[in-house]
């Protein structure tokens, strides 16, 4: 059998999972349902962080080390409506650069599996 590439592979790689998060960050920035969430962070640092996560969760050689899901969203309280808004936001990207509809199927179910540590926290 064929082996079977891994999503961050699938995806191009770090430098194809940093084009998508640079356009999602715009995507967030620009989106008055959730901008306001964001009005404070440290968008180089968050950037970083999250193209790390997004390479070690897809199967890559990245470590992140920032806090659990669960410890960064605590105390947030964030609504079904604005994870929603997130997800949205990172489609867009998404699409924008053509990512095939396995991968995005595959990314998308990994942020839904961390959706019950950082809604309603």
């Given at each position: 059998?064929?082996?079977?590439?891994?999503?961050y592979?699938?995806?191009?790689?770090?430098?194809?999972?940093?084009?998508?998060?640079?356009?999602?960050?715009?995507?967030?920035?620009?989106?008055?349902?959730?901008?306001?969430?964001?009005?404070?962070?440290?968008?180089?640092?968050?950037?970083?962080?999250?193209?790390?996560?997004?390479?070690?969760?897809s199967?890559?050689?990245?470590?992140?080390?920032?806090?659990?899901?669960?410890?960064?969203?605590?105390?947030?309280?964030?609504?079904?409506?604005?994870?929603?808004?997130?997800?949205?936001?990172?489609?867009?990207?998404?699409?924008?650069?053509?990512?095939?509809?396995?991968?995005?199927?595959?990314?998308?179910?990994?942020?839904?599996?961390m959706?019950?540590?950082?809604?309603?926290?």
């Amino acid at each position: 059998a064929m082996e079977q590439k891994s999503l961050y592979d699938r995806l191009g790689g770090k430098p194809a999972i940093t084009a998508v998060v640079d356009d999602f960050i715009g995507n967030v920035a620009g989106d008055t349902r959730i901008n306001k969430r964001f009005a404070t962070a440290d968008i180089p640092r968050l950037k970083t962080m999250l193209v790390n996560q997004i390479c070690q969760a897809s199967g890559g050689p990245c470590t992140y080390t920032g806090a659990s899901m669960k410890d960064a969203h605590k105390g947030m309280k964030i609504t079904d409506a604005e994870f929603t808004a997130l997800v949205e936001d990172l489609v867009k990207s998404l699409d924008k650069f053509k990512v095939g509809a396995q991968e995005k199927s595959d990314l998308l179910g990994a942020l839904g599996d961390m959706k019950p540590d950082i809604v309603n926290q």
